[in-house]
């Protein structure tokens, strides 16, 4: 059983999801926060390490989300399901970030230096499960996090930044090294 829903399951319309909601009633949405909660909770709880104001922020969204689908026309909505969703959790976790002021010290990184602003690596890790989790758990945990909301969680640089505290050029270079490291590991750089 995976931890988290699969990505098919994102792809589908948001007009779609919320034209069923709309009509829909509480186990709907019911059914709509069981299939979703474990994304938003993972997303959170990287975003503070603190298990409580992780299920906090995740509870926040569901109800931001529920208010915004009460005052929108579905057939408006052009969007995958995801692309919708990914903000209401995202907002909170920087929310969260800018009211404890969680900023590491971090040295100014360029991307243009390393690579990391030109590389798209999304594609080279599909070898074997076993290998890559022991190549993921050799990763430092900033960039294990990162590696976690930008490929099973599917956020944007932006997001990640947002949900990290950090600037989207950390968070480029946090990924690229992440992606090396896990390339290197599996015998193939």
């Not at 930044?161 to 950090?166: G, S």
């Amino acid at each position: 059983m995976a931890l988290l829903p699969s990505r098919t399951t994102y792809n589908q319309s948001a007009s779609s999801v919320i034209s069923q909601l709309k009509k829909g009633g509480q186990q709907q949405q019911n059914d709509f926060i069981w299939a979703n909660q474990d994304r938003f909770y993972a997303i959170a709880l990287i975003a503070t390490d603190n298990p409580d104001v992780a299920e906090n922020l995740t509870v926040a969204a569901f109800r931001n989300i529920f208010v915004a689908i009460r005052q929108i026309n579905p057939k408006q909505m052009g969007l995958p399901l995801w692309e919708w969703l990914s903000p209401f959790i995202v907002d909170l976790c920087a929310d969260y970030n800018r009211q404890h002021a969680r900023t590491a010290p971090v040295t100014a990184i360029d991307p243009t230096e390393d690579g990391s602003a030109q590389m798209d690596w999304e594609t080279t890790v599909i070898l074997g499960l076993q290998r890559v989790k022991r190549c993921f758990s050799n990763l430092v945990p900033e960039q294990r996090k990162a590696f976690i909301l930008r490929h099973q969680l599917s956020l944007d640089y932006t997001q990640i930044a947002a949900v990290l505290n950090q600037s989207v050029e950390v968070i480029m270079s946090w990924l690229f090294r992440a992606r090396v490291q896990i390339v290197k590991c599996l015998g193939r750089g």
